[in-house]
């Protein structure tokens, strides 16, 4: 068994249950043992950094404190969320080249009585873990039901490939993980062109009309190349690719029915387990009419027709910044943050 320390991320208790409770199944037949992080906190998503630098990179740095402390013979730390992983690489990475980064990153953190010394543990994407950890030869002998004249559409999203800081994956732009593991379970996977594209993040939320033309990008590639199903490793592409693909419709007056799961849910299939154990028939665009083609029969989905049209103008964002003539802010609040 190979263990590792766990930290989860938010989503993986509401959005993307299904990604966890397919890795929970999955996690005993391929040999993971994962230790959680105890009392882990969210990772900042993708704003925080952007807002003011030295707490949100404590916010993230407490995380890698913690798991430190739970060093036993193992040093690796594995996020299955791609935003969750991207933050913990780019704290261990921005701590360890800015120094002065590192120690005011550290003075915040004693005030909990916390430390971390920048680059003293490993941080991986679980999709790494797999292919470099396990391997494919040990995912192979493990199928019972390979997922032969499945067409799958490998979306792995902008944020695990790159900035790659440690050099985890093959290309930045065309990586061949994600296709490597869907092809060890007998998929037939797409030549799919837009992989590593941006699904949006949460510019649902403050820019609705540019969200939904990355997200009609995505899916119309994917139906253009006659996939039956998307499969992500990033539980924000999941959500903005299924719960506002209707919104995407509307918009666009298209009717796409592309249905979007997680890579641990089609390695569940392919080892046996069942549609239920997996998470599947919680999603919004159904999986039934795709995985018939395999001969498995899901649940309906729990929800249909997407989520709850919101206003049209979308979340209050903050004021402009005003600059003087020099081009300085004028807002006084606004601070350097390795002054």
Partial sequence: M??????PGCSMESSAKAYYDSLMVIAKPLGITLKEIDDWNCCGATEYVGMNLIPAYSLIARNLALAAKMKNGTDT?????????????????????????????????????????AGSLDIRHLLDVIINDIGLDVLKEKVVKPLKGLRVAPYLGCMVPRPDYYHRWSDAEHP???????????????????????CGGHMTQ??????YELIRRLISSADRYQADIMVTVCPMCQMNLDAYQGETNRYFGTNYQMPIVFFTQLIGLALGFTP??????????????????IGVEIPEPVEEGGPRRKKDEGLPMPPRLIKNAKGKSLHHHVEEAES
């Fill in 176 to 198: 061949i993980e994600l296709v490597e593991v869907l092809k060890a379970i007998g998929a037939e996977v797409i030549d799919y062109p837009l992989a590593t594209s941006c």
């Fill in 2 to 7: 190979s263990e590792y320390i766990f930290y």
């Fill in 276 to 293: 239920k154990e997996l998470g599947f028939g919680t999603e919004i665009t159904s999986t039934k009419r795709a995985l018939a083609r």
């Fill in 77 to 117: 730390v594995v996020a299955p969320c791609s935003a969750c992983y991207l933050n913990l690489a780019k704290a261990d990475y921005y701590m360890s080249e800015r120094p002065s980064l590192g120690e005011k990153v550290n003075q915040a953190l004693e005030a909990g009585g916390l430390h971390y010394e």
């Fill in 206 to 211: 403050i820019g609705p009309e540019t969200a």
